[in-house]
């Protein structure tokens, strides 16, 4: 059975949902949702030992030999995704319970739980295949699942931003699929590694470049590049809050690895890229997501736009690393996902738990939180130093990586934008800080901590926004194979 | 429309020939036009046509809404399924080379099951989409 780990890693999930449906039950739901979650992180990390042992893993569906089949393809960098998207989704599932039992309509939860599950094989299944297409599908899944999930908010802002979502990700599928409509018309494969082994002989750069655009801005709207962020706000801030840590955690990072795939095993050993821009454009309109969209983070009104804002902010720093492309920065790129994937999951996490029993996170709702929630504020305190960048947090070592990455091409200008972009980052922190432990707590507040399964959920994820700003084996240590893979591709 | 007495006769005429007409397109899919899909939007569109003619709650008594959700987890539990037999036949997932006695009736075990699903969870979710807007303004929960 230990062969057809990368199957399964997509199928325990998968299969959940419709046996979820079948038992109508929100408890049965739940335990049926968790456990898939754990056994595919259990597979995931198996698959990242197997790598990190023997190297590539490649399984072939259905006994179709790749390139003609679809090939499910575990290498150091997509294990590494795996981790952090299966990791994630185990990491919410205990809090789940209480948090989707508080903001979602009873009769919806098993239905809730099955969009949940078919969101997260959407997302493995994003990672582990080796197929353009079926990327493409299981973009189409992971999508589709995650409108619903969004809507099943509470209020009816929940269902327009839904909707705003589903526009802007249905144009963004679509770019997608013309674009690889144009590899596969260049190349006749949809094979990952045959495409890029073709592309190399190809003389005709025109459909290549057209291609290039078509993933570029179609991935680009999926993982909120700016200025193609606009659905992102809304989603996360109108979402029930299991639903905003999970998407914010993966669902943006996994387009980013999708769209690294491209640009440095599909494109970059052709001669598609040269004199194309790419690094140029992606280091600007990073550069302007970092700065603007800290700049506007920092005057939202309420504590889950401020963390979707900070999100687009982030996102700029993982684009930036790709932009400047060389090993350090790539690093940071890469460890940046999980760094801040951790760091975001923590914070949205904890911001749920306010929302429980506050009702909002607006911050005029905050005012004395920190006497009120101690442990709460205390945590968003925590995962606000790693989001900020501070020494011996998550965040600080891939933006130590992408300074240095900057450093060693001699642009210090996006160094000090990586550290403007910090100081901004300090003051919506200390917004929080300031209206949770210097305001007054307005007489006849809401007091006492979210139950103690979300707090569980909620010190791991805090936990690790430290431990893994200490020990970097697997966030520093798997980049850094992912990176030799990619670059090594690339020469 | 249920007091039309000509389209009442006709429409309860049609159902049978319309459900033998997607069995057809369903079992005949692997030789000529059709599959799976085609023959569950088939079957579909006789419940709808019932539906239409004598009105959405004598359609609900004759397939209950409980029956048309378990149809759509059913239908995709079938294909997955058939996956999962690959894997314990000793193949890989989705592998239908393993499922008889030699590849060629293989494939054609599997794709007839695959299709199958296909048509359970297609003829559902088809009806599920005709209700839930047919019954738009109606439902007390809406």
Redesign the interface.
């Known amino acids: 059975?230990l062969d057809?780990l990368p199957?399964?890693q997509v199928?325990v999930p998968?299969?959940s949902?419709?046996?979820i449906?079948?038992l109508?039950r929100p408890g049965a739901a739940w335990l049926i949702s968790t456990l898939a979650s754990f056994v595919a992180f259990a597979i995931a990390v198996a698959l990242a030992l197997r790598v990190a042992e023997t190297g590539t893993v490649s399984?072939?569906?259905?006994?179709w030999p790749p390139p003609w089949g679809i090939e499910y393809r575990v290498d150091a960098l997509s294990a590494f995704m795996l981790v952090l998207v299966a990791g994630v989704a185990a990491l919410v599932m205990p809090y789940a319970r209480r948090s989707v039992a508080a903001e979602v309509a009873e009769h919806q939860a098993y239905l809730f739980y099955a969009m949940y599950c078919l969101c997260v094989a959407g997302l493995l299944g994003m990672t582990i295949t080796g197929d353009l297409f079926n990327v493409f599908v299981f973009l189409e899944i992971s999508s589709l699942s995650t409108y619903v999930l969004i809507a099943l908010g509470r209020g009816r802002r929940a269902l327009l931003a839904a909707f705003q979502y589903l526009i802007v990700g249905t144009i963004g599928a679509t770019f997608y699929v013309i674009g690889i409509g144009l590899l596969y018309l260049v190349t006749g494969s949809l094979n990952f590694a045959d495409v890029a082994q073709r592309l190399a002989g190809i003389g005709e750069l025109r459909p290549v470049l057209a291609a290039l655009a078509f993933i570029t801005v179609g991935l680009g709207l999926k993982l909120a590049l700016f200025p193609l962020h606009q659905w992102l706000p809304n989603a996360y801030a109108f979402a029930p809050s299991v639903v905003t840590t999970f998407l914010a955690a993966t669902a943006t990072k996994v387009s980013v690895y999708v769209l690294v795939r491209f640009y440095f095993l599909v494109f970059a050993p052709s001669q598609a890229l040269e004199g194309v821009p790419v690094g140029g454009v992606l280091i600007a309109l990073s550069a302007a997501a970092i700065v603007a969209m800290s700049l506007v983070a920092v005057f939202q009104p309420d504590l889950k736009r401020m963390f979707a804002y900070s999100s687009v902010a982030q996102i700029g720093y993982v684009t930036l690393g790709l932009g400047i492309a060389n090993e350090a920065a790539l690093t940071g790129s890469l460890a940046h996902l999980v760094n801040h994937g951790v760091t975001k999951s923590a914070l949205f996490l904890l911001v749920g738990g306010i929302v429980l029993r506050g009702g909002d996170a607006s911050f005029a709702s905050l005012a004395g939180l920190g006497q009120r929630m101690p442990w709460t504020s205390f945590g968003i305190g925590v995962a606000g130093l790693s989001l900020i960048g501070v020494p011996a947090t998550a965040g600080f070592t891939s933006k130590w990586y992408l300074i240095a990455g900057a450093a060693e091409q001699g642009s210090w200008w996006i160094v000090a934008l990586v550290v403007a972009g910090s100081l901004i980052a300090v003051a919506y922190v200390w917004r929080f800080v300031e209206a949770a432990y210097l305001a007054q707590p307005p007489a006849g507040a809401a007091a006492g901590e979210p139950p103690l399964s979300m707090r569980a959920s909620e010190a791991v994820a805090v936990a690790l926004c430290v431990v893994l700003g200490l020990v970097t084996a697997f966030n520093i240590g798997f980049a850094r194979r992912a990176v030799g893979l990619l670059l090594g591709g690339a020469g | 429309m249920k007091n039309d007495l000509v389209l009442r006769v006709v429409a309860k005429l049609f159902t049978p020939f319309v459900l033998l007409f997607a069995l057809y397109v369903q079992f005949h899919g692997e030789l000529g036009p059709g599959g799976g899909f085609q023959a569950g939007v088939i079957v579909a569109a006789a419940v709808i046509l019932y539906a239409i003619v004598f009105g959405l709650p004598a359609a609900r008594r004759l397939v209950p809404d409980a029956i048309v959700e378990s149809m759509m987890a059913i239908g995709v539990l079938i294909y997955a399924g058939v996956g999962v037999a690959g894997l314990l036949l000793g193949g890989a997932y989705l592998d239908y080379f393993v499922l008889d006695r030699d590849p060629v009736h293989g494939q054609e075990r599997g794709i007839f099951w695959v299709e199958i699903g296909v048509a359970i969870t297609v003829s559902s979710v088809m009806l599920k989409i005709f209700a839930m807007f047919a019954s738009r303004g109606h439902d007390p929960d809406e």
């Open positions: 059975m057809h199957a399964l199928v998968l299969m949902a419709p046996i449906v079948l109508r399984y072939a569906m259905g006994s």
